[in-house]
């Protein structure tokens, strides 16, 4: 799983993800302990073995490296959907920038589910865990406005996967705004669209 970790962030920082030492992803192992990348990585570069052991609340087991600051939105995420393993945080520069413009990816655009957008939280601080809170059951991805995205799965490549299909989606629409007035999905198709991702509920 170490090896995997550091492929997915190798890869993130690749494609233009990350940069610097942004972003962070965390995996649960097992019921009693986590694993997730350290404080002040980059994760272009990381190493399988600069993944931190942590316990379910974050803590590290071991005094060798500090883990992410952004430690509270992953045990967070964890505890609260025990059918997810894997939990990606990216400042992703498309989705970031769709959020600074104020593009509502939630409204349906094209075909894929609602991506909502929280409010306003600091990075590094508990603020983003009580903004995430609301979207944490229904969704598996959600944007910090100014911050950046987090997604959840239920392993590592799927979590990949939804960096990528949201980075996607948000270029798709800045692309759009750009050339001209954006037309949002009927009522109908939004709702056909809801069904098939399991989202009556936000019908």
């Known amino acids: 799983m170490r090896l995997e970790l550091a492929r997915i962030s190798h890869l993130m920082y690749e494609r233009g993800y990350n940069s610097s030492i ?4 965390s995996w649960r192992q ?3 302990t986590l694993l997730m990348s350290p404080s002040g990585a980059h994760l272009g570069f990381i190493q399988p073995d600069d993944f931190v052991v942590t316990d379910l609340d974050g803590s ?5 490296r500090k883990q992410t600051s952004e430690y509270r939105v992953h045990v967070e995420i964890l505890k609260a959907r025990p059918d997810c393993r894997c939990v990606i945080h990216a400042h992703s520069p498309y989705a970031i920038a769709a959020s600074v413009i104020g593009i509502d990816l939630n409204n349906t655009y094209i075909s894929v589910a609602p991506v909502p957008t929280t409010s306003y939280a600091r990075a590094s601080s508990g603020q983003s865990v009580d903004v995430l809170r ?3 059951q229904d969704y598996n991805w959600a944007i ?7 997604v959840w799965a239920d ?11 949201l980075e996607d989606y948000a270029r798709v629409m800045i692309v759009s705004h750009a050339c001209g ?3 949002p999905m ?5 709702r056909e669209l809801l069904n098939f991702w399991g989202l009556e509920k936000l019908v």
Do not use: M
Not at 144 to 150: A, D, E, M, Q, Y
Not at 155 to 165: D, H, I, M, P, T
């Open 144 to 150: 910090l406005p100014r911050h950046g995205i987090v």
């Open 60 to 64: 590290p087991l071991a005094k060798c």
């Open 181 to 183: 007035p954006v037309q």
């Open 186 to 190: 009927t009522c109908e198709r939004r």
């Open 155 to 165: 392993s590592v490549w799927n979590a990949f996967l939804r960096v990528e299909g």
């Open 30 to 32: 097992d019921n009693n």
């Open 22 to 25: 942004n972003g962070n992803i």
């Open 134 to 136: 609301p979207y944490v």
